[in-house]
Nanobody, 120 residues
Framework: QVQLVESGGGLVQTGGSLRLSCAAS????????MGWDRQAPGKQRELVAA???????NYADSVKARSTISRDNAKNTVYLQMNSLKPEDTAVYYC??????????????WGQGTQVTVSS
């Protein structure tokens, strides 16, 4: 069984920074894409940033200039550094990973979510 555990969310003032972390554990053979989604109250879930196993990245236009996604393949961990935070960044942030397990199965797995609240 594979699981993702996020950390690093919290309350921050406008203009502040946060670093989210997400560690995958379990019977993992390999991890392909990893990334972060977010869902704000009353809004649709949206992709924030993604990173391939080779390190190529993709960002939502709303965060592109203010965020950096990275990963540590040895630790099966993905990070999201967000700077110059705005109240509209307030949301529950979910990490995800495209994981191939040791039994050969492959699936997208999501974490439980971590709340980010940006006060104005």
């Amino acid at each position: 069984q594979v699981q993702l555990v996020e950390s690093g969310g919290g309350l921050v003032q406008t203009g502040g920074s946060l670093r989210l972390s997400c560690a995958a554990s379990g019977s993992i053979f390999s991890i392909n894409d990893m990334g972060w989604d977010r869902q704000a109250p009353g809004k649709q879930r949206e992709l924030v940033a993604a990173i391939t196993s080779g390190g190529s990245t993709n960002y939502a236009d709303s965060v592109k200039a203010r965020s950096t996604i990275s990963r540590d393949n040895a630790k099966n961990t993905v990070y999201l550094q967000m700077n110059s935070l705005k109240p509209e960044d307030t949301a529950v942030y979910y990490c995800y990973a495209d994981i191939r397990a040791v039994d050969g199965s492959r699936a997208y797995v999501w974490g439980q979510g971590t709340q980010v609240t940006v006060s104005s």
